[in-house]
T-cell receptor, first 114, second 115 residues
Framework: NAGVTQTPKFQVLKTGQSMTLQCAQD?????MSWYRQDPGMGLRLIHY???????DQGEVPNGYNVSRSTTEDFPLRLLSAAPSQTSVYFC?????????????FGEGSWLTVV | AQKITQTQPGMFVQEKEAVTLDCTYD???????LFWYKQPSSGEMIFLIY??????QNATEGRYSLNFQKARKSANLVISASQLGDSAMYFC????????????FGQGTELSVKP
């Protein structure tokens, strides 16, 4: 049982490049979400999904795209990377809103945009 | 608007003593959950404790307890018998139920345990 797997763990991008952060979970969770964490701050929600084919915006969605074609995968796409997107990105998954503490986080992806 | 406030950017505690990390929250919803996570310098998010809004008793998990005061909208984390390994960032978070599992985080408290 791998839980939530994020790749890559570290990435350096040039301004204007695009890339995709991958997130996969093997727990058949319906809910998945992406957060970013900037230095000295808590996590902020970028996008989330309540099931395959359903996504919605969070607090800081600009510059990011998501899709959910399968229950297992929830990739986050940076369309044209900017230095302001330098951050640590976390993917999370859970069964539903009422299952107590069953929220699982990936190990994080460190992204630097130069 | 839903919000989590952690007013202590940094805290020091002597090893083996207890420490309380403050968290207040704001929501008009009745059904929600409150979480505490630990983030060591390695960066991973480690779940510590959970309190549901309808739970009548304060949650406890080993050396961690959550002092839940619903009327005051506070959910303070108490760590008893602090250990050097408790030095880390601590985040309080809220999930409003039936809203897609989203978490709203506070800005965190950096705890340093002194030998």
């Amino acid at each position: 049982n791998a839980g939530v797997t994020q790749t890559p763990k570290f990435q350096v991008l040039k301004t204007g490049q695009s890339m995709t952060l991958q997130c996969a979970q093997d727990m058949n969770h319906e809910y998945m979400s992406w957060y970013r964490q900037d230095p000295g701050m808590g996590l902020r929600l970028i996008h989330y999904s309540v099931g395959a084919g359903i996504t919605d915006q969070g607090e800081v969605p600009n510059g990011y795209n998501v899709s959910r074609s399968t229950t297992e995968d929830f990739p986050l796409r940076l369309l044209s990377a900017a230095p302001s997107q330098t951050s640590v990105y976390f993917c999370a998954s859970s069964e539903d809103s009422f299952s107590g503490n069953t929220i699982y986080f990936g190990e994080g992806s460190w992204l630097t945009v130069v | 608007a839903q919000k989590i406030t952690q007013t202590q950017p940094g805290m020091f505690v002597q090893e083996k003593e207890a420490v309380t990390l403050d968290c207040t929250y704001d929501t008009s919803d009745q059904s929600y959950g409150l979480f505490w996570y630990k983030q060591p310098s390695s960066g991973e998010m480690i779940f510590l404790i959970y309190q549901g809004s309808y739970d009548e008793q304060n949650a406890t998990e080993g050396r961690y307890s959550l002092n839940f005061q619903k009327a005051r909208k506070s959910a303070n984390l108490v760590i008893s018998a602090s250990q050097l390994g408790d030095s880390a960032m601590y985040f309080c978070a809220m999930r409003v139920n039936n809203q897609g599992g989203k978490l709203i985080f506070g800005q965190g408290t950096e705890l340093s345990v002194k030998p």
